[in-house]
Structures are given as structure tokens and as C-alpha cells.
């Protein structure tokens, strides 16, 4: 089972300010990388898609990248309804499996 | 619009069983796999499985055999969640989420709005 580690846990950060969201697989997923958003009492929703592709209906100001083992979600100035939980997951192998979130949370 | 809606909350004893529905609705079912994702109190995301809505194959994650089964009926374009021999650790959300295309399987880009299902005597 691929293992995602993300850091940090916890980002405190003000409005307009950019936030750097890091994913860290245990073995190399390629580019089948996807990151999600999660508010409380909400379902996810789909962001980033193998690694850098925005979903629709996503602002610009979120972006991803990298690839192989080592993945970044950037939210280039965050916007209230920014903070949130964001989860990467992998789906290179079966089964597919989520890092445990980092919650960017309002400084 | 593309939509998954969830039955709703459920309240359960140990032992006991409990059946969740995804009723998906604004594209053709069949095109596209269903997934379950479960999401216990204050933790992360847990992907279960998924189903093949076409074929009606399902394929079961570590952890997920046995007591969880998961259903079509395409009838309808509802998929279905049953866990059976209900723990007080199957205590969670349970998602269903679509897979973005058929060849592409493991993005989700649609989900349910989450089934709660507490289990508690």
C-alpha cells in the first residue's frame, strides 16, 4: 500500500497570503496525483487531478505540482472560504489511498 | 446538474445491518465507476472500493471484505452500500464518489453529500 505523508499538519495563515501544501508518497505515484477540499460538515471536492490538472469550475489560484514521490498544492492568496482540510490521494495502485490532511486554518 | 444524493442519517445497534443509497442523476450511470469512501469522526479519508457500473463487478479494498457489499441497480442509477454485523468502529460517513471517466478510474471528481451512520446500543 502506497503510503502519503502530509506536511505540515496544521498551516495558520491570514487572507491574501499564499499557502504551500506538501504530499509525500512512499513509493513513486507518477503524475496520478489529486488534491481535495474539505470544509466541515462537507463532502471533499475534487481540486487538482494527476498532479497539476485543475477541475472544473477550480479558480486559478489553486495550482499543483510535481511528480514521482514529492507533490505541492499552492493557493497563490488565500480567500476566506479558503481554510479548509485538503487531502492529497494516490492512484497509481490499488488501493487508493489519501494522506491525512493539512488543515490551513485562519492566523 | 451531475448529483449524488445520499439516503440519509442512521442510527444502528451492534450486530445489526444497514444499506446506504448513492442515487446518481444528470449523466448516464453506467459510464462511470462508483466509489465508497468512509470518514470516521474527526479522522482522514478511507477509500472502501469500488464498483464497475457497467459490468456490476466490485473490487474491495483491505479492510472491506466480508461485511461490506456493494450493490447496483441501474434501473434506478442508484448504487448501494450494506454493511452487515454492524461494530461500534463502523461508526463514520460514508461517501460515494464518482470516478471523472471511464478510463479513468480513481479521480473523484463528484461526490455524495455523506451518509452518517452511528452504531451504538
Known amino acids: 500500500e502506497i503510503v502519503l505523508t502530509q506536511s505540515p499538519a496544521t498551516l495558520s495563515l491570514s487572507p491574501g497570503e499564499r499557502a504551500t501544501l506538501s504530499c509525500r508518497a512512499s513509493q513513486s505515484v507518477g503524475s496520478y496525483l489529486a488534491w481535495y477540499q474539505q470544509k466541515p460538515g462537507q463532502a471533499p471536492r475534487l481540486l487538482i487531478y494527476d498532479a497539476s490538472n485543475r477541475a472544473t469550475g477550480i479558480p486559478a489560484r489553486f495550482s499543483g505540482s510535481g511528480s514521482g514521490r514529492d507533490f505541492t498544492l499552492m493557493i497563490s492568496s488565500l480567500e476566506p472560504e479558503d481554510f479548509a482540510v485538503y487531502y492529497c490521494?494516490?492512484?497509481?495502485?490499488?488501493?487508493?489511498?489519501f494522506g491525512p490532511g493539512t488543515k490551513v486554518d485562519i492566523k | 446538474q451531475v448529483q449524488l444524493v445520499q439516503s440519509g442519517s442512521e442510527l444502528k445497534k451492534p450486530g445489526a445491518s444497514v444499506k446506504i443509497s448513492c442515487k446518481a442523476s444528470?449523466?448516464?450511470?453506467?459510464?462511470?465507476?462508483m466509489n465508497w469512501v468512509r470518514q470516521a469522526p474527526g479522522q482522514g479519508l478511507e477509500w472502501m472500493g469500488w464498483?464497475?457500473?457497467?459490468?456490476?463487478?466490485?473490487t474491495y479494498a483491505q479492510g472491506f471484505t466480508g461485511r461490506f457489499v456493494f450493490s447496483l441497480d441501474t434501473s434506478v442509477s442508484t448504487a448501494y452500500l450494506q454493511i452487515s454485523s454492524l461494530e461500534a468502529e463502523d461508526t463514520a460517513v460514508y461517501y460515494c464518489?464518482?470516478?471523472?471517466?471511464?478510463?479513468?478510474?480513481?479521480?473523484?471528481?463528484?461526490w455524495g453529500q455523506g451518509t452518517m451512520v452511528t452504531v451504538a446500543s
Open positions: 464518489a464518482r470516478d471523472i471517466a471511464a478510463a479513468d478510474p480513481g479521480v473523484f471528481d463528484i
Open positions: 464498483i464497475n457500473t457497467n459490468a456490476g463487478n466490485p
Open positions: 444528470g449523466y448516464t450511470f453506467t459510464r462511470c465507476a
Open positions: 490521494q494516490q492512484r497509481t495502485n490499488w488501493p487508493f489511498t
